[in-house]
């Protein structure tokens, strides 16, 4: 079992920047690729940003390309979302997942944070 715990989510201008953190606790961190998924009101929940459990491989939606980064560190056990330039389209609730390396499976998820932007 993999327990993951979101944090860093809160209000922001337009403009703005946040860092979500997701910390993990359970088995060894290092095993898993890991990702951040968005959702908005009334829409269903999209890919973000993945990282492999390297952190030598990362990949974007392409809404986020150029402004968000993903990042880990597995001494923390922590992956996280730098969210840069951030705008009214990217109000959401945010959640990490994990997926065990290779797997194509998101087999565990966070409880998610909030993020809202105002313009």
């Known amino acids: 079992q993999v327990q993951l715990v979101e944090s860093g989510g809160g209000l922001v201008q337009a403009g703005g920047s946040l860092r979500l953190s997701c910390a993990a606790s359970?088995?060894?961190?290092?095993?898993?690729?890991m990702g951040w998924f968005r959702q908005a009101p009334g829409k269903e929940r999209d890919f973000v940003a993945f990282?492999?459990?390297?952190?030598?491989?990362?990949a974007y939606a392409d809404s986020v390309k150029g402004r968000f980064t993903i990042s880990r560190d597995n001494a923390k056990n922590t992956v996280y979302l730098q969210m840069n330039k951030l705008n009214s389209e990217d109000t959401a609730f945010y959640s990490c997942a994990a997926q065990f390396r290779g797997s194509t499976t998101w087999a565990y998820w966070g409880q998610g944070t909030q993020v809202t932007v105002s313009s």
């Open positions: 990282i492999n459990w390297s952190g030598g491989s990362t």
């Open positions: 359970g088995r060894t961190f290092s095993m898993y690729d």
